[in-house]
């Protein structure tokens, strides 16, 4: 077993079967829809960036912002990757332009972010008046954490890359902060162990970051189609308008 970078999306050959493990679906959908009529829209933690190209429309810039090299690498080739700005980094680099309609963060990639406030606090002031922020984060109460031990999680299948085994490995627990080993063993023998840092965070304290930042109204729904919120849905979906 060996640790390989800090970035849990760091290996070239994961991020090739990034998009196959993470089809496009009903969230696509939702993020898609909310982005008719806008003109400018940030996809934050872009990933892949098989939502932002989709995202591309006559008339609308399209900005794709995301901290790893190799998943941000591997959007910059991607067909139609051309037509999407696309930025490296995290909440650091978001121009404080007043001007984006919409902010989408796909993906539960929310849940990445250790700075939250900071972060939708410079998301905030990309936004111009009126601009909405749409997002989802798993919900603590659901407690998902609890599926993830060795023996739920493992796996094998054939990829392009040879045959993968995978689990995750729970590693710990403090308040909402859920830290996991991904591992992956391909067929050269050695155990590529990535290690992920989630934040669930529940919908109060999410409401709360939103209106310091500056978000007036925040929504929280439980689904795509505005399923109602309840205690332990196992999904929040977050819109906030500036
Ligand atoms: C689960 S992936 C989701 C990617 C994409 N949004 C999707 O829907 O497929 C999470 C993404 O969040 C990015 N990320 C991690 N920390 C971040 C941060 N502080 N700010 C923005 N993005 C971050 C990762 O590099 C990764 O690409």
């Known amino acids: 077993m060996r640790y390989v970078t800090d970035d849990p999306y760091g290996d070239e050959q994961l991020v ?7 089809p496009p679906g009903d969230d696509h959908a939702y993020y898609r829809s909310l982005a008719e009529g806008t003109t400018k829209v940030i996809d934050f933690g872009c990933g892949t960036g098989l939502l932002t190209r989709s995202l ?10 995301d901290p790893s090299p190799t998943m ?3 959007a910059r080739r991607q067909p139609g990757a051309e037509a ?25 990639t929310m849940m990445h972010v250790a700075e939250h406030q900071a972060s939708v606090t410079a998301l905030a002031a990309a936004l111009r008046p009126g601009g909405m922020f749409a997002f989802e984060s798993r919900n603590p109460a659901a407690r998902a954490w609890e599926q993830w031990t060795s023996d739920a999680t493992y796996g094998e299948r054939d990829t392009a890359a040879g045959h993968l ?9 403090a308040g909402g902060r859920v830290v996991f080993d991904a591992h992956n063993v391909f067929p050269d023998g050695h155990d590529a162990v990535y290690r992920n840092v989630l934040y669930f965070r529940t919908a109060e304290e999410i409401t709360a970051d939103l209106r310091q930042a500056g978000f007036t109204g925040v929504t929280i729904e439980s689904g795509w189609h505005g399923e109602p919120p309840t205690a332990d849905a196992p999904m929040l979906v977050v819109r906030a308008t500036k």
């Open 16 to 22: 090739h079967l990034y998009d196959l493990d993470n």
């Open 56 to 65: 591309v429309a006559p008339g609308r810039a399209v900005i794709g912002i």
């Open 72 to 74: 941000l690498g591997y």
């Open 84 to 108: 999407v700005t696309w930025i490296d980094g995290d909440h650091h680099v978001v121009e404080p332009s007043g001007d984006a309609d919409l902010v989408v963060s796909s993906g539960n």
């Open 165 to 173: 085994k995978e689990w995750l490995e729970l590693i710990e627990i």
